[in-house]
Nanobody, 119 residues
Framework: QVQLVESGGGLVQAGASLRLSCAASGLTSRFYNMAWFRQAPGKEREFVTS????????TYTDSVKGRFTISRDNAKNTMYLQMNSLKPEDTAVYYCAAKVRDGATWNYWGQGTQVTVSS
């Protein structure tokens, strides 16, 4: 059974940094892509960033470019999101997701970790 568990969220002031982690278990292959999504109060879940299985391709939504960095350690089955220069608008529940390489949808999801950024 596939399980994704996020950690590292918290309450910080604007300009601070946080590093989120997503530990994956139950995946039968390392050939999967991973991503971070977030959902702010009253808003729909949105894509934040993704990373390919080789870490050679990363994508970011415009609002986090230059501030967030996604990475992964396949040997540890763990993905990370380094968040710098946090802004109040980054406040959201952050979810990690995974899918088989070239899969049609993000079919594995974690339970989320809360990130709150005060002004």
């Amino acid at each position: 059974q596939v399980q994704l568990v996020e950690s590292g969220g918290g309450l910080v002031q604007a300009g601070a940094s946080l590093r989120l982690s997503c530990a994956a278990s139950g995946l039968t292959s390392r050939f999967y892509n991973m991503a971070w999504f977030r959902q702010a109060p009253g808003k729909e879940r949105e894509f934040v960033t993704s990373i390919s299985w080789r870490s050679d391709i990363t994508t970011y939504t415009d609002s986090v470019k230059g501030r967030f960095t996604i990475s992964r350690d396949n040997a540890k089955n763990t993905m990370y999101l380094q968040m710098n220069s946090l802004k109040p608008e980054d406040t959201a529940v952050y979810y990690c997701a995974a899918k088989v390489r070239d899969g049609a949808t993000w079919n594995y999801w974690g339970q989320g970790t809360q990130v709150t950024v005060s002004s």
